[in-house]
């Protein structure tokens, strides 16, 4: 199994940035797919963006395309989420998730992911 905790989450305002982090604990980080989902109050959890395993292979939702960047660090064991632009819109408590996999493709559903992290809120004011 693997632990995640995230961290970063703050109130910023619209056109700010803000970096997340995924620390993972427990079996070797490099054998997990990695993926950002997001919660918005009264909505489905959602995609936001993953990496595979090597880092080698990325994939963003529409909504964050061109100001989100995820990166991972397989010695240190952590991923990282850079939010830039952020926009109202954006406010919500973002997971950090992990599937063990060593496919190059990224995985886009809640359901492929097993290992979840309690959740980081992000608010974006006006």
């Known amino acids: 199994q693997v632990q995640l905790v995230e961290s970063g989450g703050g109130l910023v305002q619209a056109g700010d940035s803000l970096r997340l982090s995924c620390a993972s604990s427990?079996?070797?980080?490099?054998?997990?797919?990695m993926g950002w989902f997001r919660q918005a109050p009264g909505k489905e959890r959602e995609f936001v963006c993953g990496?595979?395993?090597?880092?080698?292979?990325?994939d963003y939702g529409d909504s964050v395309k061109g100001r989100f960047v995820v990166s991972r660090d397989n010695v240190e064991n952590m991923m990282y989420l850079q939010m830039n632009s952020l926009k109202p819109e954006d406010t919500a408590v973002y997971y950090c998730a992990a599937r063990e996999s060593l496919e190059r493709t990224v995985a886009t559903s809640v359901s492929r992911y097993d290992f979840w992290g309690p959740g980081t809120q992000v608010v974006v004011f006006p």
């Open positions: 427990g079996r070797r980080f490099s054998n997990y797919a």
């Open positions: 990496i595979n395993w090597s880092g080698s292979s990325t």
